[in-house]
């Protein structure tokens, strides 16, 4: 037999017994052996663990009116996680720009409220941050996906401004900013397309990326499967009912419009919004024909989808609203001079003035010859985009049905009648048992509170009564306690109260415990809700300091506005409050989600 190698003095540890089938020399080399191998695994157990390599933290910050910057920024962060960034996301209302500058990289996905605004719950942000002075954001890192709607003269102005600001007060950007108008599908895959490589180019020496675990992200209402319909995927909901609620003395026109849901598996809670895809009305499709001469069954492709020009301006373009890109385009294509001055940037007040109130038709018109081919004139529209309407019913109340309260606009105009896109076409095109294409718009904040019993003020005048019909229906089929305030108004009470009979009912069923209203035409003075919201000012300011929630829907142009200009003058006149400080606590509301607004 081979001689084993010499170990040195024979370990006093015996780990063999004496009676294992190895002759001495063999247990000697073996015990050795055995009695190294243990030596070196205590050692290495009493040895501290390399650290890791750091993660590069980011911040996704939002800032959402109806929750689709929300529902963006939580899907950033967690494919942020995976990426293996130290990520986790923040409502923008909720950061002080001293804990902003103390970050290293954010990203920012920000919603432009109506024309120009910050969405409600980032107003105190939007004030600090367009206050700001110096280099208070040096060193910070920063990309920005602004989200809007291009009908707008101040096209995503909300996301234009942080992204200005920031640069402005010292920080650096990661990648340009991205503006989504409508579908914005596209705008954030581009985002993230430019996001990761310049990510990735920050990560500190010696970083590296290492995705989380799947199992470490948890699941919440953000991250649900892919819903069978969709704004790109709608259900055809049939029409099972639209009456005009009005009294045939009244000169105005609101139908309920009740459509079918039934086999559909949609689901909707009270605050959220319906999505109709309409049909552009066969007279306006016409007058855009006419006006250009190309034949409705010209071929043309939309977003690489053949179609005949008649149905892509029936479904696919937009023809009621003009806009500033189309008139910018139009203007590159026409020789007149005084429409291509009018497009320059120091022009964009007479820009916004010239848009007002017309469609496209009047721009064919007044300037013919510019646009006689099918294919430039579809290039020069902008995409059809779907109406949004604020729901009018609960599920638990009208199971496989979604309501819906829609005023009909018409009006004459430059020797043309017109209307609304979507209330006309549920009034006049849309037969009993056809379909309308549709979609349901979570609203994430316009939710009822999580405790019933925190009491509600629920301010809607006309239409803007839709959510607070549906949280009244919900909280009678569920029994829900605590205590509701209705501030409701039209013209007239004997033909424009909306649902009175329903009303009266929840008022006599407890599930309403107080309803004010205002008809202006009923007197020689008119009278609005914000009116009655200051008669009744010492009570509303003991509901505010009871906890109440504020909801306001409806009219953005002018009721909203007076509506939060009476109760800053509220809380003034019984909070014995500064005007500074007023405006300062309706912010801290909003952002605390306790005064939200659904305001079009």
């Not at 920012?108 to 206050?131: E, K, M, N, R, W």
């Not at 007479?350 to 007044?366: N, P, S, T």
């Not at 003020?457 to 803007?464: A, E, F, K, L």
């Not at 033909?495 to 009923?522: K, M, P």
Request: hydrophobic share 40%; proline share 7%; net charge neutral.
């Amino acid at each position: 037999m081979n001689s084993l190698p010499d170990l040195g003095a024979r370990p006093k540890l015996e780990l063999l017994p004496a009676d294992a089938p190895f002759s001495a020399d063999q247990r000697a080399w073996l015990n050795g052996f055995f009695a190294g191998l243990l030596t070196r695994l205590a050692e290495r157990a009493g040895e501290k663990p390399a650290d890791p390599p750091p993660r590069l933290a980011v911040k996704v910050l939002f800032a959402s009116q109806t929750g689709s910057a929300e529902g963006l920024a939580r899907k950033l962060t967690k494919e942020a996680k995976g990426k293996g960034f130290d990520s986790d996301v923040h409502d923008l209302g909720s950061m002080s720009l001293d804990a902003l500058a103390a970050l290293r990289c954010v990203l920012v996905i920000a919603s432009t409220h109506g024309d120009g605004d910050p969405p409600d719950a980032v107003g105190a942000f939007a004030s600090q941050l367009a206050s700001a002075q110096g280099t208070a954001l040096a060193g910070l890192k920063y990309a920005v996906l602004a989200l809007g709607d291009s009908s707008y003269a101040r096209f995503c102005q909300f996301g234009k401004m942080i992204d200005e600001r920031f640069a402005a007060l010292g920080a650096s950007r990661l990648a340009d900013r991205v503006d989504a108008d409508g579908d914005l599908a596209a705008p954030f895959q581009r985002f993230r397309e430019q996001l990761w490589p310049a990510l990735k180019s920050e990560l500190p020496a010696g970083g590296a990326i290492a995705p989380e675990p799947a199992a470490a992200e948890p699941a919440d209402r953000y991250e649900e499967a892919e819903p069978r319909w969709s704004r790109e995927r709608p259900f055809a909901a049939e029409l099972l009912g639209k009456p005009v609620l009005n009294g045939a003395q009244s000169d105005k026109e609101v139908r309920h419009v009740v459509l079918s849901l039934k086999d559909s598996t949609l689901t909707y809670e009270p605050g959220d919004a319906l999505g109709v895809w309409p049909r552009q009305s066969p007279d306006l499709v016409q007058a855009v024909l006419s006006a250009t001469g190309a034949p409705a069954s010209a071929p043309v492709t939309v977003d690489g989808e053949p179609f005949d020009l008649g149905e892509a301006l029936s479904t696919k373009r937009e023809l009621t609203v003009l806009t500033s890109p189309t008139v910018i385009k139009f203007a590159a294509l026409s020789e007149d001079r005084g429409l291509q001055d009018l497009v320059q940037p120091e022009r964009s007040a007479a820009l916004r003035q010239f848009l007002q109130g017309k469609d496209i038709v009047d721009l064919l018109q007044a300037y013919p010859g510019v646009v006689r081919d099918a294919q430039p004139l579809v290039d020069l529209l902008p995409p059809l985009k779907p109406r949004l309407y604020s729901i009018s019913s609960s599920p638990a109340a009208f199971p496989d049905q979604v309501h819906l309260t829609i005023a009909t606009v018409r009006f004459d105009s430059g020797g043309r009648r017109r209307g609304g896109l979507a209330s006309t076409w549920f009034a006049d095109r849309l037969d009993i048992g056809g379909t309308a294409p549709v979609f349901v718009q979570p609203n994430l904040r316009f939710r009822l509170p999580a405790d019933p019993g925190t009491p509600i003020v629920m301010i809607g005048p006309g239409t803007g009564i839709a959510p607070f019909r549906a949280f009244l229906h919900h909280r009678r089929s569920h029994r829900l306690t605590g205590r509701t305030w209705l501030f409701f108004g039209e013209r007239r009470a004997n033909c424009d109260f909306l649902y009175r009979s329903e009303f009266e009912s929840f008022l006599h069923g407890q599930e309403l415990s107080r309803i004010d209203t205002a008809f202006s035409r009923d007197q020689a003075a008119k009278i609005y809700v914000q009116h009655r919201m200051l008669e009744a000012g010492k009570e509303l300011w003991s509901w505010v300091r009871d906890g109440a929630a504020i909801y306001v829907c409806g009219d953005a142009s002018r009721m909203a506005k007076d509506v939060d200009a009476a109760l800053r003058r509220i809380f003034v006149e019984h909070g014995r409050r500064s005007d500074a400080q007023a405006q300062l606590e309706l912010h801290e509301l909003a952002a605390a989600g306790r005064y939200v607004r659904d305001v079009y």
